[in-house]
């Protein structure tokens, strides 16, 4: 079992529509959540970072995590066609030097 | 603010030879990370060096190795390459601090093994 899971998707989704997207994960260690941008050939861009339980916003963008579940998600309310991209799940341990990931969602965004 | 820089962009090699990646920090960085990506797979974590000397290491065998020279730049180096070894390499370089550390990824090279 991989330590991060990640809905594979893709998902297709009219313009203006909520999406969100989901990742579960095993290790009680994993204190800081991440969420990544990958477009088509490019390196993981940071969308958004948490470090305890609860809701971060950003914009369009919000970022869900509950340690008891082992579960974080993120919305993205609105959703234009620019954000068509793969997005990634991470996580780290609070002395780990790596990021966990997960196999990423590819999202298109329908005019 | 320079971002994060690799060369080259693509790379095909034969299978049993040997790659040198490269890439270079951002600007003020002291810590740089490579990461494997596969098709459709999320990155998975090489190794990270740290004031020249590796500071970590994921599930990968010892013919990947890698430097971390003075000005922070970085080499990713592949030995007796495999089939599966095909995949995005991604370089990350980020600050230690205490906190959190947030890692900047650079484009990748793809490399291609037949």
Known sequence: QKEVEQDPGPLSVPEGAIVSLNCTYS????QYFMWYRQYSRKGPELLMYTYSSGNKED????????????????????????????????????????LTFGSGTQLTVLP | ETGVTQSPTHLIKTRGQQVTLR??????????????????????????????????????????????FPNYSSELNVNALELDDS????????????????????????????
Request: proline share 4%.
């Open chain 1, 59 to 98: 914009g369009r963008f919000t970022a869900q995590v509950d340690k008891s579940s082992k579960y974080i998600s993120l919305f993205i309310r609105d959703s234009q066609p620019s954000d068509s991209a793969t997005y990634l799940c991470a996580m780290r341990g609070g002395s780990a030097r790596q």
């Open chain 1, 27 to 30: 290790n009680s260690a994993f």
């Open chain 2, 87 to 114: 995949a995005l390499y991604l370089c990350a370089s980020s600050i230690v601090s205490l906190m959190y550390n947030e890692q900047f990824f650079g484009p990748g090279t793809r490399l291609t093994v037949l």
């Open chain 2, 23 to 68: 890439c270079s920090s951002q600007s003020g960085h002291n810590t740089v990370s490579w990461y494997q990506q596969a098709l459709g797979q999320g990155p998975q974590f090489i190794f990270q060096y740290y004031r020249e000397e590796e500071n970590g290491r994921g599930n990968f065998p010892p013919r990947f190795s890698g430097l971390q």
